[in-house]
């Protein structure tokens, strides 16, 4: 199932088009009707809130927790093979190319430890050999703490120093873009991590410069930055043309819910066109992480991610 389109350029209608396509798809209600659930009678935003809520019920397994500290339900073997076929059927488990020889900038999202190395790596082979970027590699994420799990998985791949998020992707990045120290540096640090931001920009020679960025969250008192935070700070950091083709790269299972977010905060805005690819396992990361499980509880908890994102983004579609 094709995704919400990130084409430059794409009104409102076909965007909510894209949406009740994905979300009214045959792999969506074979799911909801597998797990005991009616499809939602009603418009599109009626259906998109029964699906939230009934995700909400039956594929939340963080309940509030990080994604690695969700629980893993027990499943039969035909539920597992259900799972799985959907998950591929909506876009979770095959990564796909770039669709466009050039972008304006490349996006690369933050995530846990081992993700922040291989997407760094994934995008510095992009710019390398696949998409020509005429601005600025942007690599997102955040002041998150890493996890004892986390500081362990670098730390056996011979990655040292990094106490958050922000600073796995900066390593990542000297690893990839076979750089050393940043030309630039700046930020503000603040009473609580939630506030405080950073920016270090690195010019590797023959690609463009690349930018780390470490967010604060719209919401400091009540949370962590979330990627439509590190998206929107961003964007204010860059100066974002209509009709600018910008390539997203995160992880394939993720691929749904960020490109939708992606949509709300970027395209829809400023008018840039959005390409979300997640990184293909094949390549090899400069050191070696090890690849994540995943597994059924996970898909179907990145499928609630998506209807949530797609839910938001309609809302954000009707408001305009």
């Given at each position: 199932m094709a995704l919400p389109t990130g084409a430059a350029g794409t009104t409102r209608v076909a965007l909510a088009a894209g949406i009740d396509a994905w979300v009214g798809s045959p792999p969506m209600r074979a799911l909801v009707g597998h797990f005991g659930g009616d499809w939602p009678a009603g418009d599109l935003s009626t259906v998109l809130a029964g699906l939230d809520d009934f995700s909400a019920?039956?594929?939340?397994?963080?309940?509030?927790?990080?994604?690695?500290?969700?629980?893993?339900?027990?499943?039969?073997?035909?539920?597992v093979g259900l799972v799985h076929d959907a998950a591929a059927a909506l876009g979770l488990v095959r990564p796909l190319p770039p669709t466009l020889p050039r972008y304006a900038h490349l996006l690369v999202l933050g995530g846990l430890a081992h993700a922040c190395v291989r997407r760094t790596a994934y995008a510095a082979h992009l710019a390398r050999t696949v998409a020509g970027v005429t601005g600025e590699?942007?690599?997102?994420?955040?002041?998150?703490?890493?996890?004892?799990?986390?500081?362990?998985?670098?730390?056996?791949?011979?990655?040292?120093?990094?106490?958050?998020e922000v600073d796995a992707l900066d390593a990542g990045v000297r690893l990839a873009f076979g750089v050393a120290a940043p030309s630039e540096e700046i930020g503000e640090t603040a009473d609580h991590p939630h506030r405080a931001?950073?920016?270090?920009?690195?010019?590797?020679?023959?690609?463009?410069?690349?930018?780390?960025?470490?967010?604060?969250?719209?919401?400091?008192d009540r949370r962590r930055a979330h990627t439509a935070d590190t998206q929107r700070?961003?964007?204010?950091?860059?100066?974002?043309?209509?009709?600018?083709?910008?390539?997203?790269?995160?992880?394939?299972?993720?691929?749904?819910?960020?490109?939708?977010d992606a949509l709300r905060t970027l395209a829809v805005p400023f008018g840039c066109g959005i390409d979300t690819v997640g990184v293909d396992p094949a390549l090899a990361a400069p050191v070696p992480v090890p690849e994540p499980t995943l597994t059924p509880g996970r898909y179907l908890q990145e499928i609630r991610s998506a209807v949530r994102s797609m839910r938001a983004l309609h809302a954000t579609l009707l408001a305009g």
């Open positions: 019920r039956h594929w939340d397994f963080r309940a509030g927790r990080e994604r690695p500290d969700a629980r893993e339900p027990a499943f039969d073997p035909a539920t590699v942007a690599v997102l994420g955040s002041f998150r703490p890493l996890s004892p799990v986390e500081s362990r998985l670098l730390a056996d791949a011979g990655v040292h120093g990094c106490a958050t931001w950073s920016a270090r920009t690195y010019r590797p020679a023959g690609l463009p410069p690349v930018r780390v960025l470490a967010a604060p969250s719209g919401e400091p700070f961003w964007a204010e950091h860059v100066r974002l043309r209509d009709g600018d083709p910008v390539l997203m790269v995160t992880a394939p299972i993720y691929v749904p819910f960020q490109h939708c």
